[in-house]
């Protein structure tokens, strides 16, 4: 059965960089089966998709946040990756990393993890 | 970029009522319409792809039903497990979105 796990710092500076990590178990990350993404969920708040990434390097972004966003695949760690950069205290959100179909429904889904942008 | 809206934003009902939640899309999706339940510090977890189909180990008290514009996610009698915030996505163009959420309170 196919998991995923967030890690990286919890605390991030404002004007630096996000950097999370998303592993996955239990399956190929080069499955052609799934395309591999980023949701984040401020505190109290709605789902917000960032960006999506097929194995093959195929990437989506949400154009409101596109400028800051990457997203890449660490095919022999069976990892992917996200990095934000400039980031200011509205990117405070749980951070989710998720697997979806061709078909963009998002299943399975890491437990996420909490990033928190402060001084 | 495709706005969900869904309501009502939350719901009070009592153990094996019927439920029924709805999702706008402010331009035809077609069937790509997703619903998923999120309890209090867990991740979201999908309960319908494409609009009606029920995933895998999901109860069959949850269905969904619409197409176009206008869908509707229903528990046909809610159990005290069924505590949540409800999301619907569409899945019909990027960027993904989501509504806004519905609590459903027990």
């Known amino acids: 059965q196919l998991q995923l796990q967030e890690s990286g710092p919890g605390l991030v500076k404002p004007s630096e960089t996000l950097s999370l990590t998303c592993t996955v178990s239990g399956g190929s990350i080069s499955s052609s089966s799934y395309f591999w993404g980023w949701i984040r969920q401020p505190p109290g708040k709605g789902l917000e998709w960032i960006t999506s990434?097929?194995?093959?390097?195929?990437?989506y972004y949400n154009p409101s946040l596109k400028s800051r966003v990457t997203i890449s695949v660490d095919t022999p760690k069976n990892q992917f990756s996200l990095k934000l950069n400039s980031v200011t205290a509205a990117d405070t959100a749980v951070y989710y990393c998720a697997g979806s179909t061709t078909s963009f429904w998002f299943d399975p889904w890491g437990q996420g993890t909490l990033v928190t942008v402060s001084s | 970029d495709i706005q969900m809206t869904q309501s009502p934003s939350s719901l009070s009902a009592s153990v094996e009522d019927r439920v029924t939640i709805t999702c706008r899309a402010s331009?035809?999706?077609?069937?790509?319409l997703n619903w998923y339940q999120q309890k209090p510090g867990k991740a979201p977890k999908l309960l319908i792809y494409a609009a009606s189909s029920l995933q895998s180990g999901v109860p069959s008290r949850f269905s969904g039903s619409g197409s176009g514009t206008d869908f509707t996610l229903t528990i046909s009698s809610l159990q005290p497990e069924d505590s949540a915030t409800y999301y619907c996505q569409q899945s019909h163009s990027t960027p993904l979105t989501f509504g806004g959420g519905t609590k459903v309170e027990i």
């Open positions: 331009q035809s999706i077609s069937s790509h």
């Open positions: 990434i097929y194995y093959s390097g195929s990437t």
